[in-house]
């Protein structure tokens, strides 16, 4: 797979949910079993509001051709899906979500090692 690709795939998936947490919250919520008070709401809002742009960042990147900005936007990478995998096993181990939690940790473990993978090599980059 090339890099163009991976930020293809990676950025539309994040748009995709980011306007679902954005738009349509309690619908995003009901799927991981999270109540759907106003607060939780609200945070899913909020949770969206990140996501979105960050997608768009990625999905807007998939043609860039300078090596600093591929880096710096794959280290970013490492940073967010770490802690996404994290924060959702995190939440299904401990009951916070239902078992689609467990689909969270899968998307954000592969968009890592898809980074990981682009990041140590400067050829697999160009």
């Not at 940790?105 to 968009?111: E, N």
């Amino acid at each position: 797979m090339k890099l163009g690709t991976f930020f293809a795939i990676t950025g539309l998936i994040g748009v995709l949910f980011g306007l679902q947490f954005l738009l349509v919250p309690g619908f995003a919520l009901k799927q991981y079993a999270i109540p759907t008070d106003p607060h939780s709401l609200m945070q899913a809002r909020y949770f969206g509001a990140t996501l979105l742009p960050y997608g768009l960042l990625v999905w807007l990147a998939r043609r860039t051709r300078d090596d600093g900005a591929l880096r710096a936007i794959l280290q970013a990478n490492v940073v967010a899906y770490s802690l996404g995998c994290v924060i959702s096993g995190w939440a299904a181990v401990t009951g916070l979500q239902n078992q689609m939690a467990w689909s969270s940790v899968v998307i954000y473990g592969l968009f890592l090692l898809g980074s990981l993978y682009f990041l140590s090599s400067p050829t697999r980059r160009a």
